[in-house]
RNA sequence: GGGCGAUUAGCUCAGUUGGUUAGAGCGCCGCCCUUACAAGGCGGAUGUCGGGGGUUCGAGUCCCUCAUCGCCCA
């Protein structure tokens, strides 16, 4: 370190540009190891960022470049507050998306029954209609060939946008280590009696064949109709029960009937049964207050399952289980137990295999021609759950899955799950609602098993009985060492392969976990959780979260759970959540609307600094609205810096203290002082807009005003003390503002570093308030905008006169307070210089008024 | 249905705990080749702060209410 260099040593070129600039820095932060790391930080002196791992699969767009530069920018902040930044970035390629990209983009589907092919090759022109059935492990090899392509565009893309990664510590959640974290992290919970295995009604998408958690939901509003069916009463079946339901194709899996305890209505009714139509069923009548008396007839029929409220009757009323619809969403085919009668096996088996669709369709054919329908369906509009991936109504079918335990059937656990969200910092602190309403309403555990292909492995095996039957009561646990593994190719302790599937042997788990299973552990992954604890106890738990708003619910409360369940501790300080990019119409982006900016197209054209700019602009929590007018905006501040930069240290300028001595320069720096202390404030509550906007507004007063005020005192006019006042105001100026600059336009600022001081000014330290302040003695910072205002009105009189910023002007009057004209005094050499004025008095008056008369225009 | 947020200039948005005449940029209009910057600079015009009511000496800011939009949860 050799400190500034003096103008015989500056590097500055003749004409600054943008140009190549990002390539040169990005090249630079590389080979000096600029965001490294240095694990010998102990943990006070550190600070985490859990990064959030993109989805490589989906299409790269503006709104990662949004929310990743809102995080770099905190980084850089930190960095230069003597922080060591640990920063990592993970490759989400693990789970669904990833799947469902292999099979459009190589043509293929897993057929885990399959054998392996080894040098499999997909086929060369993909057919999306005719995909080529291949084994589970082609399968996996193809999502991890295309998931390294699609991570190699990613980190181009954040390397050229200047995000100050450390590249040495990445991962992907679908990476050996994940999958080590991932099982180890289940086998804990288990060990623990938080994770458990349950035969139970089960959300269930029939497209994917797999169970569906609570948090991977939503509503959509489709068209259904309320069918009218008429039950006759067991005791007299000329007396009927009139229901209405939307899902008559159930009729053969109902269980019971449903009023509300004080429906007079019904309650004659409550205690007795009643015969299903078509099926010939008994079923009871019973009373549960969540029963509707509104709601249609006010009696429901309970099916096996219809939706989420026949299960909560299903189990606080011990009702029958009568399942008739099978893991591929059709009836099952199978003749079930309780339809005996001769005409109900016959109207089941015009059911039997078909589609919910065609179900429902026969079924009120049926219904009809029994005349047991009553008046033609009613055509209503109602929400209906789906997976949020999925296209077609989700199903309730009985599986036996695994669950953590979340809070969602233990009030406890729940109510110290709320405390953490208490406990955590959110930015912007509203936001806490959204988890808030999120765990108070959970109504079960965390469903952690999916029925795919590319995940990681549940790592447990179950004994099998004499007969071939899995006992999943005798479930296998592995060694923690021998981690990680997959239980449908390794054999469990004791065991060996030949005895897989046989009597007596023993068979693999063949689930994978939610990905939320794995991305809950992010911290854990990226801090070395149980690999290197010596990293570990450096960076956990992690300073920060940051993350986009309707991913609360999962990830952020997973990644909770996890660690309340794993430390008793938060995973994270602060939670910084990013709004989403809305086009100009004000719609969210996405593919589907065909409104999505490919990225590297505008850092092309506007640079890495102007979108940068442009996105640190958006302010935390908030949606915005892209705005290529924004990176104009930005691109503009980037060369104006660089012209600045060049003007600047084009004197003579060194970081002389002492030769500070002009009033116009004391204020100047008071107000510097302000603003860094403001800038700083900002940054600390993780808001990186309002910083940015508070050193732009400066930056540009300091380049019109009062670099235009000391220019000819600058070039010596003054005599040379005052020109050293105002070359050394200058220099400390402009290396405050290029630091308080330095974490929104990483490239530019660096660039112009470049030029005059060595080693990298994101490593150097953030300026100091209190010593900026010092140097401007006491002055009053209301001097800067007293003279910018008279400045001002003397510009507007040339530009009314329609003369020239330089035309001088024969002699000026500043009326002004007492007070004002005493600020003003300090300063009236450099503003006579600046408005070519060459007489000035003053006259007393309420506020500053300038009164101009100009010189004759010579011709 | 419950909750959260938003509504300020033609556009995109600031406006910290209530306090002079409500700000910025873009766009618009006018002027200026000025030796850091013409891909620039300087200046100008533009507002029922969503509507209504209230608290207060004083409300864009606090309270109530309505409307519209967005999101989260049922």
């Known amino acids: 370190m050799t400190g500034p260099r003096t103008p015989a040593n500056l590097t500055m070129p003749e004409k600054p540009s943008l140009d190549g600039i990002e390539d040169r820095w990005a090249r630079f932060w590389d080979e000096q190891g600029s965001y490294t790391f240095d694990r010998s930080s102990t943990r006070d002196q550190v600070f985490s960022i859990d990064t959030p791992p993109p989805t490589v699969s989906g299409s790269l767009h503006v709104g990662h470049v949004f929310s990743y530069t809102h995080t770099d920018c905190m980084a850089r902040y930190k960095r230069m507050r003597g922080f060591e930044v640990f920063y990592p970035m993970g490759w989400d390629d693990n789970g669904l998306p990833t799947e469902r990209r292999v099979q ?22 993909p057919d999306a209609k005719r995909q080529v059935p ?37 991962y992907q959640t679908i990476g050996h280590n994940s999958q080590r974290v991932s099982q180890l992290a289940f086998l804990r919970n288990l060990k623990r009696g938080e994770a458990y295995q349950a035969e139970a009604p089960t959300l269930w998408d029939v497209t994917f064949r797999t169970a569906v958690a609570q948090a991977e939901l939503e509503d959509r509003e489709r068209p259904g109709a309320y069918h009218r069916i008429g039950f006759p009463t067991t005791a007299d079946t000329d007396t009927k029960v009139f229901i209405e339901t939307t899902r008559p194709e159930l009729l053969a899996a109902c269980v019971a009937l449903v009023a509300h305890p004080d429906d007079a209505r019904y309650q004659p009714l409550f205690g007795t049964t009643v015969t299903t139509p078509l099926f010939g069923v008994d079923v009871p009548v019973m009373a549960h207050a969540l029963a509707d008396p509104e709601k249609g007839s006010g009696i429901a029929m309970v099916c096996t399952f219809g939706d989420l409220t026949d299960v909560i009757w299903w189990r606080e009323l011990q009702l029958q289980t009568r399942p008739i619809i099978g893991w591929d969403g059709r009836i099952i085919a199978d ?66 899955q695994w669950y953590i335990t979340n809070g969602g059937r233990d009030a406890e656990l729940r109510d110290a799950l709320v405390a953490r969200g208490s406990e955590l910092q959110w930015h912007p602190a509203h936001m806490k609602v959204r988890y808030e309403n999120w765990v ?31 006992i999943y009561s005798e479930v296998l646990i592995p060694e923690e060492s021998l981690l990680p593994l ?78 309340h369940l794993e430390d008793d501790r938060l995973p994270f300080k602060h939670a910084a959540i990013s709004g989403w990019i809305l086009d100009p119409d004000r719609k969210k982006m996405s593919k589907s609307k065909g409104n999505v900016v490919t990225p590297m197209g ?76 403001q800038a700083t404030a900002a940054f600390e509550d993780f808001n990186y807009a309002r910083a940015l906007e508070i050193t732009e507004a400066f930056f540009w007063n300091f380049t019109d005003d009062y670099v235009e005020l000391v220019k000819e005192r600058a070039y010596g006019g003054q005599g040379e003390a005052q020109a050293a006042s105002a070359k050394a105001t200058l220099a400390i100026t402009l290396e405050a503002v290029l630091k308080l600059f330095a974490p929104f336009l990483p490239f530019v600022t660096e660039e112009v570093w470049s030029w005059w001081q060595d080693g990298s000014i994101h490593r150097s ?10 140097l401007s003695q006491g002055a009053d910072p209301a001097l800067i905008g007293e003279i ?61 008024e300038v009164s101009v008369v100009l010189a004759p225009i010579s011709v």
């Open 486 to 563: 997959d239980p449908s190719t390794d054999a469990p302790a004791g065991f060996t392969n030949d005895q897989r599937d046989q009597p007596g042997g023993f068979i693999g788990d063949p689930d994978v976990m939610d990905t939320w299973a794995t991305s809950s552990l992010t911290p854990q992954i990226a801090g070395g959780w149980e690999r290197d604890p010596d990293l570990w106890d450096r960076v956990a738990p992690m300073d920060v979260r940051p993350q986009a708003h309707e991913i609360i619910r999962t990830w952020l409360f997973s990644t909770v759970v996890r660690s």
């Open 335 to 400: 003749i079930p137990d309780w339809v005996t009668e001769d005409s109900a096996k016959a109207h089941y088996t015009a059911i039997a295999g078909a589609t919910s669709h065609t179900a429902k369709e026969r079924v009120v054919a049926m219904l009809r021609e029994g005349e047991h329908l009553i008046g033609e369906p009613r055509e209503i509009t109602h929400p209906v759950k789906f997976f949020e991936k999925g296209d077609k109504p989700l199903e309730i079918v009985t599986t036996r």
């Open 788 to 848: 910018a205002n008279a400045l001002s009105q003397v510009r507007k009189a040339k530009s009314e006169a329609k003369v020239s910023m330089r035309a001088v002007v024969e002699s000026a009057t500043i009326a002004a307070t007492d007070s004002q004209v005493a600020r003003l005094q300090g300063a009236m050499a450099d503003f006579k210089a600046a408005g070519s004025i060459a007489e000035l008095s003053f006259s007393s008056g309420e506020r500053i």
């Open 104 to 125: 459009n983009f190589y043509g293929v589907r897993c057929d885990p029954s399959l054998a392996y092919i080894p040098d499999f090759q997909p086929p060369a022109e």
């Open 440 to 470: 108070e309403g959970l109504n079960g555990d965390w469903l952690i098993s999916r029925q795919r292909f590319f995940g990681v492995p549940i790592p447990l095996w179950y004994r099998l009985d004499d007969e071939g039957n899995p």
């Open 602 to 677: 505008l850092l092309d054209e506007y640079s890495a600094d102007a979108v940068r700019y442009w996105a640190a602009s958006g302010r935390p929590g908030t949606d915005t609205a892209f705005d290529v007018g924004q990176m104009k905006i930005g691109r503009r501040l980037a060369i104006k810096i660089l012209n600045a930069s060049k003007f600047v240290l084009g004197f003579d300028a060194g970081f002389n203290d002492s030769a500070i001595t002009a009033d116009l320069d004391r204020a100047l720096l008071a107000q510097l002082a302000g603003v860094v202390q």
């Open 765 to 774: 330290p953030w300026p100091d308030a209190h010593r900026i302040s010092s």
């Open 134 to 170: 291949i084994s589970r492990r082609n399968f996996i090899e193809l999502c991890e060939q295309l998931t390294l392509e699609d991570e190699v565009v990613f980190e181009q893309l954040w390397r050229r946008l200047g995000l100050s990664i450390d590249w040495s510590q990445t």
